[in-house]
């Protein structure tokens, strides 16, 4: 040892105790990884004489090159005044040691120092508790503790951790062709390959059954993929040393997870089984083709058997046209003789059925049709009803609706499968409720006109009834039923002599204008609109609702059914976003707009998928009116998309509503918005939080759980949470619903009644309603000093809810003279611009915590 080295043990008591430390002790210089200093309990345990002088990782390991890729300089480099306690197999020795390393500075010099005990004898007896018996590698509980552990240092350490899910194919058919025992083997065999394939910082276990975790510690998903491909590969390639005479392959999931990332663990792997099962189908569906792609060659004549005790509880729950049923276990399919002459089958008993309709079935519907099926393979479903086009003998599409139900054996798996497949086409032509033709005849008219070579130009008007579901959940749904045969012979009644009004689904119509173009058909959607623009009445019962239209033209805008028909709905969806009660005309701005849509609701699915990336929440202030402080604030969404830049929550919003997202966006927000009030209460003792809740949410049978789980771990006082809730939302009356709203209550949690006065307006309602605070639209803001209805409005709603023990908040207040007009009609809250727009938290701080609100 030089000076300078031999100054880490100067002092002759603590080397000599070093010395006789029944542990392991080390020193290098981290430039050269050169051993400084080795006490004799190591040297014994390596059998080194002079290992000074040498680098570590030649004489401490088997078979390294250069440093350990498990060693932690590089971790504790990051961050000096840290130390890391971990547990590792030694190479050389076989032992197990854990280790205690830490850096240590010597005048201009950094050493690493670790201190290692021997606990091979302890891990014994614990690795037999936490070992897989038949991989030997760790089992479920212990691989997802070691999984936590490693993602908690990964998050220490600013480093990704790749999370794989992976499910050996066909384990099953092996065990049933081969036994047990082989299929045992496989299970050795696979992991054996990984455990290969895979380095000292990185994870795997035996999660279940035929499943297995990897997890890649400071690799993304394109590196963890490689990786993965990499052990595929070896797989195909090793089965000949492992006596492995079939096909050896697995589907697998990615999950990355990033230092910021807050999922549990059930979370990862639920989401890595979600991506893993995506592919498992697919994979399946590749067997089935290749399978039934081999029989056609060798022409075999199959036979059938089934349980015919079981097919009446199958055939029960369908009634129609194509009676058929399949063994589950063969995946052979029997159908009816008239089935066989329509589709041009190759016989009444058909091998691997659903790769075979896949080529029948129009390219639209396919996905569909293949997924459905996989999922009653899977034994994920038990029952099946979709509708899909397939070709006939001639060429033509028809429409079928297949229904079926699947029954298991004794053992739980999927065994027998039957139902009915129904030809929509044979149905009948007309609309039983309506009287209308139907939405098939609809498809026939339309065609017919297109392949009429004196065709020349022809208008199609998709209409829809606006929030008819009020018309329904107000009275009921025979009435509803009353409603829509009503509305048909008005529309009827205005059409010229050509057109022809069609039912289509629900409470759409289709009107086919042949000989018509964009102005006759905005003529007829103008009489339309002016019959049900006002109030309505029948049997005495008075209803309101308007209609929505999307029109396209021919040749102008398509020339084939599917397009035309396509581009109707787009526009009628454009008109429904645009605010109800108008008719779209097609345009290819609409079909920029539906693809932006369409990529919007892709980006905020990968954003939520990559926990919450992009997403932000802002505060805007609600002011005590009577003091000038803030009261609280309202926490709003922001969203920041790398495609469209700042996205409004007006666009976005109801994009999220729509397929489900907000339940977990909301959930974010409110944790979100919960901390920060925690941390401005320590500021303003009283700090209120406003928060919005989505319909969806309000379904979400979590809900008041979560609430009740997240207040409490962040030590949040329920009552300094509002919830807002839209007035239609309130009164609706729905038992679940209003039971969740007396769960937040309980909690102490409480409800504001968001834009009131927007919907339904019942004053009755505030005084029913079980609401703390009533917020009124910002529409009646407008212009309220020269405006005496909305001034009365304010005044009157103000009175009535303090009488029935109800506080008020105004939104909107934007001016000086809104303000003025307002600050005497005893409102206890004011929120808007004039006060403060939604800012992000450190500028709401600013704003507001650093001196207090002066109002003129």
């Known amino acids: 040892m030089s000076n300078r080295e031999e100054n880490l043990f100067s002092n002759a008591f603590l080397f000599e105790i070093v010395e ?179 380095s000292k910082r990185d994870l795997v276990f035996r999660l279940s059954g035929d499943e297995f975790v990897l997890a890649f510690y400071n690799r993304d998903a394109k590196e963890a993929e490689k990786k993965v491909q990499w052990i595929m590969k070896q797989l195909k390639e090793e089965k000949n040393n492992f006596s492995v005479y079939y096909e050896v392959s697995f589907s697998y999931g990615l999950m990355e997870i990033y230092p910021e990332d807050q999922y549990i663990l059930s979370d990862i792997i639920s989401r890595a089984d979600e991506y893993m099962y995506i592919q498992k189908r697919d994979y399946h569906i590749q067997q089935a083709k290749a399978a039934l792609q081999k029989a056609a060659e060798k022409k075999e004549i199959l036979d059938f058997e089934y349980d015919k005790d079981r097919l009446y509880d199958a055939l ?53 049709f293949l997924e459905s099926n996989q999922e009653i393979a899977d034994g994920r479903v038990d029952y099946h009803d979709i509708e899909y086009r397939a070709k006939n003998k001639k060429g033509e599409w028809i429409w079928l609706r297949c229904r079926g139900r699947m029954i298991t054996n004794q053992e739980g798996e999927p065994y027998l499968f039957a139902g009915m497949i129904t030809n929509q086409g044979k149905k009948d032509k007309t609309d039983h409720m309506t009287g209308l033709y139907n939405k098939y005849e609809f498809e026939g008219a339309i065609k017919e006109f297109l392949v009429n070579e004196t065709a020349d130009k022809m208008g199609i008007m998709v209409l829809n009834l606006d929030s008819f579901k009020n018309i ?38 289709g009107i086919f204008m042949p000989g018509s173009d964009e102005n006759e058909g905005l003529a007829v959607f103008g009489r339309i609109q002016r019959m049900f623009y006002k109030q309505q009445e029948h049997n005495g019962r008075k209803y309101y609702c308007t209609m929505s239209a999307g029109y396209v033209s021919y040749p102008k805008d398509g020339n084939n059914y599917l397009d035309l028909l396509k581009y109707a709905y787009y526009s009628l969806e454009y008109s429904k976003m645009m605010g109800k009660n108008r008719i779209t005309l097609f345009s290819d701005d609409i079909l920029y707009k539906k693809a932006r849509t369409l990529e919007m609701n892709q980006l905020l699915r990968d954003s939520i998928d990559r926990g919450f990336t992009g997403f932000s929440v802002h505060y805007q202030p609600q002011i005590d009116s009577a003091t000038g402080e803030v009261y609280g604030a309202e926490a709003l969404a922001r969203w920041h998309c790398t495609a469209y830049g700042d996205v409004s929550p007006v666009e976005f919003i109801p994009l999220l509503e729509q397929n489900g997202l907000i339940v977990q966006l909301g959930k974010w927000i409110f944790e979100q918005a919960a901390r920060q009030c925690k941390k401005w209460s320590k500021v303003k003792k009283e700090f209120h939080m406003s928060i919005n809740l989505s319909y969806r949410q309000l379904l979400d049978g979590t809900i008041l759980d979560f609430m009740q789980s997240t207040l409490h771990e962040i030590g949040l006082d329920p009552a300094k949470i509002t919830m807002e809730l839209t007035e239609t939302y309130l009164i609706e009356e729905n038992s679940t619903l209003r039971s969740i709203v007396d769960g937040m209550q309980a909690l102490g949690i409480q409800i504001a009644m968001d834009d009131f006065g927007k919907g339904y307006s019942s004053l009755f309602s505030l005084k029913s309603l079980p609401v703390d605070i009533v917020k009124i639209d910002r529409s009646f803001v407008k212009n309220i000093s020269t405006d005496l209805f909305n001034a009365t409005f304010v005044r009157t709603i103000t009175e009535l809810c303090h009488d029935v023990g109800k506080k008020v908040c105004l939104e909107g207040v934007e001016t000086e003279i809104e303000y003025n007009a307002i600050k005497d009609k005893g409102i206890e809250l004011i929120q808007g611009f004039f006060f403060g727009r939604p800012v992000p938290a450190d500028v709401f701080e600013k704003l507001f915590f650093q001196e207090r609100i002066e109002l003129k």
């Open 20 to 198: 006789q430390l029944n542990a392991n002790v080390y020193i290098t210089d981290i430039e050269s990884d050169n051993i400084v200093y080795m006490n004799d309990t190591m040297k014994k345990d390596f059998d080194l004489d002079r290992p000074e002088g040498k680098p570590c990782w030649q004489v401490l390991q088997e078979n390294m090159a250069e440093r350990c890729e498990f060693c932690r300089i590089g971790d504790l480099q990051e961050n000096p005044s840290k130390s890391c306690l971990w547990v590792e197999e030694n190479t050389k020795t076989g032992k197990v040691y854990q280790n205690y390393d830490r850096l240590i500075e010597s005048g201009d010099k950094t050493y690493f120092v670790q201190c290692s005990s021997d606990v091979t004898e302890f891990t014994k007896v614990s690795r037999t508790a936490r070992t897989d018996e038949l991989t030997s590698m760790l089992n479920r509980r212990a691989g997802k503790e070691k999984l936590a552990e490693l993602i908690e240092e990964a998050k220490a350490n600013a480093k990704i951790v790749t999370v794989v899910l992976c499910d050996v194919n066909q384990l099953k058919k092996i065990n049933d062709m081969y036994g047990h025992l082989e299929g045992d083997r496989l299970l050795r065999y696979f992991s054996a390959v990984m455990r290969q394939n895979i």
């Open 316 to 368: 029960s729950a369908s009634v129609d046209d194509y009676v058929f049923v399949g063994n589950m276990k063969t995946g052979t399919f029997r159908y009816p003789p008239a089935m066989v002459e329509e589709f041009g089958l190759p016989g009444e008993i058909v091998e691997n059925a659903a790769a075979l309709w896949s080529e029948l079935i129009h390219p639209h519907d396919e996905r569909g």
């Open 472 to 509: 329904n959940d107000l009275y009921d749904q025979s009435f509803g039923d009353e409603i829509l045969r009503i509305t048909a012979q008005k529309i009827q009644s205005m059409l010229p002599v050509e057109a022809r009004l069609y039912r289509l689904d629900g409470d759409q119509f």
